[in-house]
């Protein structure tokens, strides 16, 4: 005869997660060909990114090696920074010649919630050797300002 009484077990939320946590690392690893345990994303591709800010600006700096400046699409409304763009699988050999495809192709999008107001009406970009680099002006009323103290 069941009784009404269950244990507690302050670590089964744990031991759940821990589980979901096993498998999603289980379906990302497969054998290559040769025997080899090798990685497999299955995300959306995104480029990395770098961003910096100092007394005047917000810098980000995006890696997007192989993609032509017309594919590069950059709006800013309100306190978030959106990238949008596109890297196309262009190559002369037909794509079923190949034997790996490891570079990411397609479109991406990331937004970045800025945190601070900026002059959206002066935000910069230039792109050089594959980097894209964002400038984005700090609005004046966020810039630290000097206090001069008087005896009196």
Known sequence: MANGIVRFDPFEDLTRLQREMNRLFDDSVRTN???ATEHVSSRAWAPPVDIYEDQNEIVVNVELPGIKQDDID???TGDTLTLRGE???EDTQKKDNY???ERSYGSFQRSFTIGVPVQSD???ANYRDGILSIRL???EEVKPKKVQVTSG
């Open 33 to 35: 060909g040769w025997g």
């Open 87 to 89: 890297r196309k699988f």
């Open 137 to 139: 002006p700090k609005s």
């Open 99 to 101: 034997v790996r495809v």
């Open 74 to 76: 950059i709006q800013v």
């Open 122 to 124: 002066r935000v910069t």
